[in-house]
């Protein structure tokens, strides 16, 4: 088992500096989760809007720390700085790129970051930018002037570049055309490319959800409230109540 | 850690030259910069003054060797929170924390670009101070001016980092920053030596590192002052950064730990 979650809860306090704030007062927005992932599976997280989907995957990205609960990564307790080095979160849009920069030097940028070289970001990103529907002139386009497709795709090329152990996506299809989705969703399948990722998928399409994921998870207000193995498409829906 | 500082450094320098007029106007601004000195010189000259007799230096030549000096310095300071506060307002403060970067790396490349940029301007004001200002440098002591250099660079990092601590916690409104850009020119002997203020803000003096800075510069690279005779400064200097820099470090990683808790990391 790669990671595994137990009891993870937070909650967003209404406080100031000072004062720890009443748990009461705040938005829990998760609430005693649970889950495991394994290398080289591929995770599907549905659930209505504000049930704590995104939450999740910045607790397990190491990005936002819980107030209880505790996390493994390889059967040991991992903090914060463990997290932000096995995992990598592809998220909205173009959030968290330098307007000013062209996409290559973007993701050069923060490959070195994570300790790439440029060489080993450019052979990691070869095949991926043309699989994914990206044309050369893109990388060289400064991140301001790209469409929201294409900053997207960027964002997905980013998180696909380091090779995390896991992989956490948020909605990547969004903003893609239906042949991008496509592209993508039958890249995400491929374990040359994603390698031994553990993958844990947010999506609000059923059908996808389906078609990708050997289980799915149902969060309902900040709780897993469902987890369906090798789910049908009807199957998501039912569990969602139509609020994928 | 060495490819995460040149990245930060090579990142600044795009993001800078793509602000094609602000580049220019920075280059600018050093040469005008240049031009007060050339004005102070003309309306002072060469005149001594008895609060500067045991520098063996001019009010010119005290005052903009000082000057040098504390915008080199200074950079540490004023660099942290600012270019904290730019990642914030572009969105970029978290992704960039996101990588498996540790906290006091992280603050060394944040300002990288901006020591660089410091010591070339640096390298500039001395070549005027010659060319120009036919200052003589004959005397500086390198060693010991190096010494003051790097351990006043410290001493004022951290002071830098404490302030980025707030922009990290409060986004606008910076209690730090405030401080050091009001008491540090005024007590610490940039524009004027220590001993012309009064006893009172003198004793206040002694407690910035900008004192012990100015006063063991200006002895090493008009006296040649060494080490020994340095040795009050130099030591002071190293107190300052033993006690503040792991204390800043640790400050932000706290700062860090809070933000990264309440979920405001993300924000501005």
């Known amino acids: 088992m790669l990671i595994e979650a137990r009891g993870i809860t937070k909650i967003f306090r209404r406080r100031g500096f000072f004062r720890s704030g009443d748990a009461a007062d705040g938005t829990r927005a998760l609430d005693g989760v649970t889950l495991s992932l394994e290398p080289g599976s591929i995770t599907g997280l549905a659930g209505a809007n504000g049930s704590g989907k995104t939450t999740l995957l910045r607790v397990l990205a190491g990005r936002l720390l819980p107030d209880s609960g505790t996390i493994l990564l390889d059967d040991r307790p991992a903090g914060g700085a463990e997290l932000r080095s096995a995992g990598a979160l592809a998220e909205a849009?173009?959030?968290?790129?330098?307007?000013?920069?062209?996409?290559?030097?973007?993701?050069?940028?923060?490959?070195?970051?994570?300790?790439?070289?440029?060489?080993?970001?450019?052979?990691?990103?070869?095949?991926?930018?043309?699989?994914?529907?990206?044309?050369?002139?893109?990388?060289?386009?400064?991140?301001?002037?790209?469409?929201?497709?294409?900053?997207?795709?960027?964002?997905?090329?980013?998180?696909?570049?380091?090779?995390?152990?896991?992989?956490?996506?948020?909605?990547?299809?969004?903003?893609?055309?239906?042949?991008?989705?496509?592209?993508?969703?039958?890249?995400?399948?491929?374990?040359?490319?994603?390698?031994?990722?553990?993958?844990?998928?947010?999506?609000?399409?059923?059908?996808?959800?389906?078609?990708?994921?050997?289980?799915?998870?149902?969060?309902?207000?900040g709780r897993i409230a469902a987890e369906l193995n090798g789910p049908a498409e009807k199957d998501i829906a039912e569990a969602c109540g139509g609020a994928t | 850690m060495i490819r995460q500082i040149f990245a930060f450094i090579r990142k600044d320098f795009l993001v800078e030259k793509s602000y094609k007029v602000s580049f220019a106007l920075g280059a600018v601004s050093t040469v005008t910069g240049m031009a007060v000195f050339y004005f102070v010189d003309k309306l002072f000259g060469r005149s001594f003054s008895p609060y500067l007799a045991e520098y063996g230096s001019g009010y010119f030549a005290y005052v903009f060797a000082a000057s040098a000096f504390f915008g080199y310095i200074g950079t540490g300071a004023g660099s942290y929170s600012e270019k904290l506060r730019a990642e914030q307002l572009q969105g970029t403060l978290e992704a960039a924390l996101s990588s498996p970067v540790r906290p006091a790396v992280f603050l060394t490349a944040l300002t990288a670009w901006n020591f660089a940029f410091a010591t070339f301007e640096l390298a500039l004001y001395a070549l005027a101070g010659v060319l120009v200002f036919k200052l003589d440098f004959g005397a500086a002591n390198l060693p010991a001016l190096a010494a003051v250099a790097l351990l006043s660079a410290a001493s004022?990092?951290?002071?830098?980092?404490?302030?980025?601590?707030?922009?990290?916690?409060?986004?606008?409104?910076?209690?730090?920053?405030?401080?050091?850009?009001?008491?540090?020119?005024?007590?610490?002997?940039?524009?004027?030596?220590?001993?012309?203020?009064?006893?009172?803000?003198?004793?206040?003096?002694?407690?910035?590192?900008?004192?012990?800075?100015?006063?063991?510069?200006?002895?090493?690279?008009y006296k040649g002052a060494g080490f020994t005779e340095l040795r009050t400064e130099l030591l002071a200097l190293f107190a300052f950064s033993c006690v503040l820099l792991p204390l800043s470090v640790k400050a932000f990683s706290l700062a860090l730990e809070k933000a990264r808790r309440d979920g405001t990391l993300g924000q501005y």
């Open chain 2, 156 to 221: 004022f990092a951290a002071l830098g980092i404490f302030s980025s601590c707030f922009v990290l916690l409060f986004k606008r409104g910076n209690p730090a920053a405030w401080v050091l850009n009001n008491f540090e020119g005024l007590l610490g002997g940039v524009y004027f030596p220590v001993a012309v203020l009064p006893l009172w803000l003198g004793w206040i003096s002694k407690l910035l590192p900008i004192s012990y800075a100015i006063r063991a510069m200006q002895l090493a690279l």
């Open chain 1, 93 to 221: 849009g173009g959030a968290g790129f330098y307007s000013r920069l062209t996409a290559r030097e973007n993701i050069e940028f923060f490959g070195a970051l994570s300790g790439l070289s440029r060489a080993e970001m450019e052979e990691r990103c070869a095949a991926l930018p043309v699989r994914l529907g990206l044309r050369e002139t893109d990388l060289d386009k400064r991140f301001d002037a790209l469409s929201e497709g294409a900053a997207r795709k960027i964002s997905l090329l980013r998180a696909f570049a380091r090779r995390p152990r896991l992989l956490l996506l948020d909605e990547p299809a969004n903003g893609l055309d239906a042949r991008s989705a496509a592209a993508f969703s039958s890249l995400l399948k491929e374990p040359a490319v994603r390698g031994r990722a553990a993958v844990l998928y947010v999506c609000h399409d059923p059908a996808e959800l389906a078609r990708s994921c050997g289980r799915v998870l149902i969060l309902r207000e």
